[in-house]
């Protein structure tokens, strides 16, 4: 289904081994649920590929619009962590993340896994990767085992600001992107068959200098209806 709003938040980590099953209990139970907790969030997912060295988990928030992820609101939140956060956070490692622009959202329904491929374009490249953003996007949900495409264009300007949360991960490396897309599918099997074709899609269609891929399966889902 297409993602809700006209923005998102996504985020690719590690966690440090020892704080791994600490981390999904306070992500799922306490982390989560704050951030659908904030005006404007609605909707939030959690990925994982069990199998990766690098960036192993994945996780997006869409929001009603990029204003969102500057709020006071949201502010509040990430310079005030709680003390199961003060404690999670240190442990977050390889970090890249960046709130975006969604520039074209198309599918119907959900699948069990997502693929994320980052891109690195440069502004040129950028502006026809918005021009033809929902022509790729209805191209990629056609393909077989995909039920929705979903392309943004990163606002890291949104994202960079430092707050207290931000300080906790000093140590973790914060790596930005120009364009993301992401691809739902209705498993990683299928996903792993079609990503190849998305690349091939993007290389035609835009100058990309370098990309990045993953594919993850859902191991939780928020909606802001949940923590009302």
Same mark, same amino acid.
């Given at each position: 289904?297409?993602?809700?709003?006209?923005?998102?938040?996504?985020?690719?980590?590690? #966690?440090?081994?020892?704080?791994?099953?600490?981390?999904?209990?306070?992500?799922?139970?306490?982390? $989560?649920?704050?951030?659908?907790? @904030?005006? +404007?969030? /609605?909707?939030?997912?959690?990925g994982?590929?069990? =199998?990766?060295?690098?960036? *192993?988990?994945?996780?997006?928030?869409?929001t009603?619009?990029?204003?969102?992820?500057?709020?006071?609101?949201?502010?509040?939140? /990430? =310079?005030?962590?709680?003390?199961?956060? =003060? *404690?999670?956070?240190? =442990?977050?490692?390889?970090?890249?993340?960046?709130?975006?622009?969604?520039?074209?959202?198309? +599918?119907? +329904? $959900?699948?069990?896994? $997502?693929?994320?491929?980052?891109?690195? $374009?440069?502004?040129?490249a950028?502006?026809?990767?918005?021009? #033809?953003?929902?022509r790729? %996007?209805?191209?990629?949900?056609?393909?077989?085992?995909?039920?929705?495409?979903?392309l943004g264009? %990163?606002?890291?300007?949104?994202? *960079?600001?430092? !707050?207290?949360?931000?300080?906790?991960?000093?140590?973790?490396?914060?790596?930005?992107?120009?364009?993301?897309?992401?691809?739902?599918g209705?498993?990683?099997?299928?996903?792993?068959? @079609?990503?190849?074709?998305?690349?091939?899609?993007?290389?035609?269609?835009? !100058?990309? !200098?370098?990309?990045?891929?993953?594919?993850?399966?859902?191991?939780?889902? /928020?909606?802001?209806?949940?923590?009302?």
């Amino acid at each position: 289904m297409p993602l809700k709003g006209r923005a998102f938040m996504a985020i690719w980590h590690d #966690i440090e081994a020892s704080g791994e099953a600490e981390y999904s209990d306070w992500h799922t139970r306490q982390h $989560m649920p704050e951030r659908l907790g @904030v005006p +404007g969030f /609605l909707a939030g997912r959690r990925g994982v590929d069990w =199998n990766l060295v690098h960036q *192993r988990w994945f996780t997006l928030y869409e929001t009603r619009t990029l204003e969102v992820l500057s709020s006071d609101d949201y502010r509040a939140r /990430l =310079n005030n962590p709680t003390h199961w956060s =003060n *404690r999670v956070q240190p =442990n977050f490692r390889n970090f890249a993340r960046s709130a975006c622009i969604l520039s074209a959202s198309v +599918g119907r +329904g $959900m699948g069990g896994a $997502m693929a994320t491929i980052r891109l690195a $374009m440069g502004k040129e490249a950028l502006a026809g990767f918005e021009a #033809i953003a929902d022509r790729l %996007a209805h191209r990629i949900a056609l393909l077989d085992g995909v039920c929705g495409a979903h392309l943004g264009v %990163a606002a890291p300007q949104t994202t *960079r600001i430092r !707050t207290r949360e931000s300080e906790l991960r000093a140590s973790t490396g914060e790596d930005v992107f120009d364009a993301v897309v992401l691809v739902d599918g209705v498993g990683r099997r299928e996903l792993t068959r @079609v990503v190849p074709d998305v690349q091939e899609l993007l290389h035609t269609a835009l !100058t990309v !200098t370098s990309h990045e891929d993953g594919i993850y399966d859902l191991a939780y889902l /928020l909606t802001a209806e949940d923590v009302e």
